[in-house]
């Protein structure tokens, strides 16, 4: 059997770094944000959506396959990449290359937050044994006390907006790296709906800062202890 050689293999943990920016940690970020965003429709709804997910079965596992070891492992190739490449914005202003370096500064910005975001909701809710019925209310309190301070305020809306660009942003890379757009004028108009991608993306994170701003509403478990 070949053996695959040091260029293949740096090219093909490329590929799959790229693959995993979309498939599954993209597709988290958007479910993620659409759910939060329940919260502007009420708090029960967004109670519920909490209770659904923490009700699911194996969901320990769920989360270690599809969102913790992926975003390790996306994390881990970014800092690989962002420390062996060159920037090249010094040298061609075109839009592309502030792009690609936003990209770059957007990746450490969001990995910031996530350490901030998980250590300050799931990191408490395990220590503290809030499962199933429970974690709603106490998710639901940590966010109402959150939201109160702009301190938290910007932390989110820099933490979101930066996660919604490299996401964005990153799916135009995708598309390209994986030859699914390649003409010019296809580059372009891509660009042009991943922003908007980006932008709805946003627009729920910031509506739900908002909401959780104004009407920091506590709640009790659906189910009793
Ligand atoms: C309005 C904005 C946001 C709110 C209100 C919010 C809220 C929450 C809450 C309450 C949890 C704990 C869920 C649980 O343990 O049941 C959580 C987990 C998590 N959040 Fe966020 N989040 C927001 C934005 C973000 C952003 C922008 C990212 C990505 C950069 C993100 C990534 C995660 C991840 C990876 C988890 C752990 C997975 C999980 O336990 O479900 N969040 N978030």
């Known amino acids: 059997m070949a053996k695959i050689t040091q260029d293949q293999a740096h090219f093909l943990l490329l590929k799959i770094n790229s693959l995993m920016g979309l498939i599954p940690i993209g597709v988290f970020l958007a479910f993620h944000l659409g759910i939060n965003?329940?919260?502007?429709?009420?708090?029960?709804?967004?109670?519920?959506?909490?209770?659904?997910?923490?009700?699911?079965?194996?969901?320990?596992?769920?989360?270690?396959?599809?969102?913790?070891?992926?975003?390790?492992?996306?994390?881990m190739m970014g800092f690989y990449?962002?420390?062996?490449?060159?920037?090249n914005v010094g040298h061609y202003g075109y839009p592309r290359n502030w792009r690609y370096t936003l990209q770059r500064i957007t990746g450490l910005i969001v990995f910031a937050f996530l350490i901030y975001h998980l250590g300050t909701t799931v990191a408490p809710k395990i220590f503290y044994g809030k499962h199933q019925f429970l974690a709603a209310p106490f998710l639901m309190d940590i966010m109402n006390a959150e939201f109160q301070t702009w301190s938290g305020?910007?932390?989110?809306?820099?933490?979101?907006?930066?996660?919604?660009f490299?996401?964005?942003?990153?799916?135009?890379?995708?598309?390209?790296?994986?030859?699914i757009i390649i003409g010019q004028n296809a580059q372009r108009n891509a660009s042009i709906v991943f922003a908007m991608v980006g932008l709805v993306l946003t627009f729920l994170g910031f509506a739900t800062v908002l909401e959780f701003s104004l009407n920091p509403i506590p709640v009790t478990p659906t189910v009793g202890e």
């Open 81 to 87: 990449i962002y420390f062996s490449g060159k920037r």
């Open 166 to 179: 490299h996401f964005a942003n990153g799916l135009w890379g995708f598309c390209v790296s994986w030859g």
């Open 37 to 75: 965003a329940l919260r502007t429709v009420g708090p029960l709804q967004y109670q519920l959506s909490i209770d659904l997910i923490n009700n699911l079965p194996f969901l320990f596992g769920i989360e270690i396959a599809f969102i913790y070891a992926p975003l390790l492992f996306h994390s």
């Open 153 to 164: 305020r910007i932390i989110y809306l820099i933490g979101i907006s930066s996660a919604t």
